[in-house]
C-alpha cells in the first residue's frame, strides 16, 4: 500500500458522527475524503469541521494537518477507492446501511478495510452482501468523535484477524484507544452500559421520583466524576477497603439482589464472583488499594477545580440545577 | 441553637463513609464527635482522617478548620448531645440502624437532626421507634465523601420540612450540593443509576462479551469523561443537534425498545416524551446547543490533558488496560 493511500481514508455519510470522524482525521495528518447524497451536506459538515477546529489546535495537530486537505464528492464510487479505510456513517437502518456497505464494498480497493460506525447492527449482518467480507468491521465511536478516545472495533463471522489489527493500528493513529471486542452483541459493550442508565433514568422521571435535572445533578456531582477516569470495577475495589474486589462482593453481593432497578442481575456465581475479583486485580497490578486512593484523590482534587471553572456557567444555564435543592 | 452547636456535628460509626463525613466536616470548620464500639476504631478512622486531609489543604480549609477539633469517645448517648447534626454510619442492616436511630434519637436534643447515610433503606422504615421522628432523614453520600460533592437527602412520612431545610443548610455549609428527592426509594435515584449500570456489567462479564478491565475502558475512555461535567439527559440533549432532545427522542426513541440490556424501558408515552424534553430545555435555559458544545469542548480538552497526566501511571497500574487493544 502506497504511502498516500496509508493516510487517505474516506467517509460516507457525513452528519455528527461522519463529521466527528473527518475532524479527527484530519487533525491526525490524514487526507479525507467525504462523501454523502443529501443536499447540502457538504457545507453543513465542513461548517461542523470548521468549528471544531480549535479544540484540534489546543489538543495538537499531527503535523501537516490541515482542513485543506479534506475533499468532497458526490461520487461514492470515487469516494472510496485508494484509501486504506472507508468509514460508514449513514442513518441507523439495517437494510440501508447493508446496502451502502454493499457499494463500498463493490469500489473500494480490496486491501482497505470498510468499518461501520453502528452503534447497533452486528458486523456479521453488515458483511452478508459484500463480495469481501473479512474487511468488513463494526468501529463503533462515541460523541464528540473528535475529542472522546474510545472506539469499539467488532469484527464479524467472516472478517479476518488481520483486518482487525489493520484496522486497530490506524485508529491508534489517529489517537484513538481502540476496545477490541470479542463477541458480537447489539450495542457492543459501552452502549450497553449506557443503555441500563439511560433506561433506569427514564423510569425515575417517568415513576416521578426525580426530574431530568436531577438525574443529571445525581450523576455530575457523584459518579461522574469518578468515571472520568476509573470504570465501575475498579471503582468498586477502590470502595471495598484493602481486600478490594473480593471485601466489596462478599459484603455488598447479596444487596445485588435487592430489586432496586428494573434491571434482573445475573446469579453470583462462584465463577462471576473470582472472574470480577481477579479483572480488579489484575487492574490493580501490584499497587495496593492505598496507592490507587492516593491518585484518584489527586485526580478528583483537580477535577474538582475543572469542574468548578466550568460550572458557575452551566449553573446558571441549568436553570433549577442552581436551585437544586430548593427543587 | 448556640454558635458553637452550630458549628458541631456528631458522627456515629466510623468507617469509611463515617471517616469521610468526620473529615469533610472538620476541614469545614465544625468540630467533631466521633464515636464507634468496635475496638480499634479511634485510631482507624484518625488514620484515614490524616490521610484524606491533603487533599482537604489542597481543596482549601475554612478558617479555623483542624484535625485537633475531633474527638472521640465510645458512649453514643455522650456522643450525640449538643450537636446540630449526627450523622449515622452503621453498617447497612435494617434491625441494627432502627436500633441505633431510636438510641441516638432518645439522648440527642430534639432540635438536632438525626442523619443516616443509608443507600438504601427508606427514612420511614428508619425512623419507626424515634420519639421525634420529624427530625429524621436520610442524607446519602458518596465515596469518597471528603470529595465528592452530592447529598441526596430524602424525608420519611413523619419526617418535617423544618428538618429537610435544616439539614440543606448544614450540607450547603460543608459545600456539598444536596438532592432534595421527593419520593422514598430503596437506592434513592443515584444508587439506581449506579446499579443499572453495574448490574449491567456484571451481565457483559458473566455472558463473556468483555472482561472488567474492558467494561471499565468502555467508560472511562468514552461516557466517564462526559458524565463529569452533565448527565444522561443533557448529554442526549446535544447529541440531538439543534433540536435537542426533542429530535432524539424522536430519532432514536425506537431503539430505547431494542432488546439491548436486560433492563425493561418504560413505555415512551406522549407524557414522558414531554417531561424529558421539557426537562432539557429547562436546563438548556436560553442557551442553544451550538453554545453548550463550545463549553462541553472547552472543558472535554482541558479534562483530557487532566486525565492524560493521571493516564501514564494508572495504565502501567492497570495492567492489560495499557494493552487494552491486544486482549
Redesign the interface.
Known amino acids: 500500500m502506497s504511502t498516500q493511500k496509508q493516510q487517505t481514508v474516506a467517509v460516507v455519510g457525513t452528519g455528527?458522527i461522519g463529521a466527528g470522524w473527518i475532524t479527527r482525521f484530519l487533525a491526525q495528518g490524514f487526507d479525507v475524503i467525504a462523501t454523502d447524497p443529501v443536499d447540502g451536506a457538504e457545507a453543513q459538515m465542513r461548517k461542523k469541521v470548521k468549528?471544531?477546529w480549535p479544540?484540534m489546535e489546543?489538543?495538537g495537530l499531527a503535523a501537516g494537518a490541515s482542513m485543506e486537505r479534506l475533499s468532497f464528492t458526490n461520487n461514492l464510487q470515487e469516494a472510496v477507492q485508494n484509501v486504506c479505510l472507508i468509514q460508514e456513517n449513514v442513518p441507523?437502518r439495517e437494510e440501508l446501511k447493508r446496502k451502502v456497505l454493499a457499494e463500498i464494498d463493490k469500489h473500494a480497493d480490496t486491501d482497505a478495510i470498510i468499518a461501520s460506525s453502528t452503534s447497533?447492527i452486528t458486523p456479521s449482518v453488515l458483511q452478508q452482501n459484500c463480495s469481501n467480507p473479512e474487511r468488513v468491521i463494526v468501529a463503533h465511536p462515541?460523541?464528540?468523535v473528535y475529542?472522546?478516545?474510545?472506539v469499539?472495533?467488532v469484527g464479524g463471522t467472516a472478517t479476518s484477524q488481520e483486518s482487525i489489527s489493520q484496522a486497530?493500528a490506524i485508529y491508534?493513529k489517529v489517537e484513538m484507544?481502540?476496545?477490541?471486542?470479542?463477541?458480537e452483541?447489539?450495542?457492543h459493550?459501552?452502549?450497553?452500559?449506557?443503555?441500563?442508565?439511560?433506561?433506569?433514568?427514564?423510569?425515575?422521571?417517568?415513576?416521578?421520583?426525580?426530574?431530568?435535572?436531577?438525574?443529571?445533578?445525581?450523576?455530575?456531582?457523584?459518579?461522574?466524576?469518578?468515571?472520568?477516569?476509573?470504570?465501575?470495577?475498579?471503582t468498586?475495589h477502590l470502595?471495598g477497603?484493602e481486600q478490594g474486589m473480593r471485601h466489596m462482593l462478599h459484603q455488598f453481593g447479596p444487596?445485588?439482589k435487592?430489586?432496586?432497578?428494573?434491571?434482573?442481575?445475573?446469579e453470583l456465581t462462584y465463577e462471576?464472583k473470582e472472574?470480577?475479583i481477579e479483572?480488579?486485580e489484575?487492574?490493580?497490578?501490584n499497587?495496593s488499594v492505598?496507592e490507587?486512593?492516593a491518585?484518584?484523590?489527586?485526580?478528583?482534587?483537580?477535577?474538582?477545580d475543572?469542574?468548578e471553572e466550568?460550572w458557575p456557567?452551566?449553573q446558571?444555564?441549568?436553570?433549577?440545577?442552581k436551585e437544586?435543592?430548593?427543587?
Open positions: 455528527v468549528q471544531a479544540y489546543q489538543r441507523e447497533g462515541f460523541h464528540p475529542l472522546l478516545p474510545l469499539e472495533i486497530e491508534k484507544k481502540p476496545l477490541l471486542i470479542e463477541r452483541i447489539e450495542g459493550v459501552a452502549d450497553r452500559l449506557m443503555e441500563a442508565l439511560w433506561r433506569e433514568a427514564l423510569h425515575l422521571v417517568n415513576d416521578g421520583v426525580a426530574t431530568t435535572e436531577e438525574v443529571d445533578a445525581a450523576i455530575t456531582y457523584g459518579a461522574g466524576l469518578r468515571w472520568a477516569q476509573m470504570g465501575p470495577f475498579l468498586f470502595a477497603g444487596a445485588l435487592l430489586p432496586w432497578t428494573k434491571l434482573e442481575a445475573p462471576l472472574r470480577v479483572g480488579c489484575t487492574s490493580a497490578g499497587h492505598e490507587l486512593e491518585k484518584r484523590n489527586e485526580f478528583l482534587v483537580r477535577l474538582l475543572l469542574v466550568y456557567e452551566p446558571s444555564i441549568m436553570g433549577n440545577k437544586l435543592s430548593n427543587g
